[in-house]
Nanobody
Framework: QVQLEESGGGLVQAGGSLRLSCAAS????????MGWYRQAPGKQRDLVAT??????NVADSVKGRFAISRDNAKNTVYLQMGSLKPEDTAVYYC?????????????WGQGTQVTVSS
């Protein structure tokens, strides 16, 4: 089994910063990709950023404000969030894709709340 432990969420004022962390443990094997998604109340879960190797993909809504990185030695992915806006308020979910027998398996964290006050 694979476990994802997220941390770093909380309440912050608009314009502030937060750093989310997600550490993977268990029978991880080979991690293909890691990423962050978010879901605001009443809305669908949307991609925030993903990282595959050294390649990153960041949603237009957060481009220039958020940055994703990973520490392969620690099986950890980070999301540095800056210039936060009230519309960034959501539950943020960590996601990893693990290759097993050549097939991708997707795992999700439990989510961490980020609230940005105006």
């Amino acid at each position: 089994q694979v476990q994802l432990e997220e941390s770093g969420g909380g309440l912050v004022q608009a314009g502030g910063s937060l750093r989310l962390s997600c550490a993977a443990s268990g029978s991880i094997g080979s991690i293909s990709a890691m990423g962050w998604y978010r879901q605001a109340p009443g809305k669908q879960r949307d991609l925030v950023a993903t990282i595959t190797g050294l390649s990153t993909n960041v949603a237009d809504s957060v481009k220039g404000r958020f940055a994703i990185s990973r520490d392969n030695a620690k099986n950890t992915v980070y999301l540095q969030m800056g210039s936060l806006k009230p519309e960034d308020t959501a539950v943020y979910y960590c996601n990893i894709v693990v290759l097993r027998g050549g097939l991708p398996r997707v795992y999700w964290g439990q989510g961490t709340q980020v609230t940005v006050s105006s």
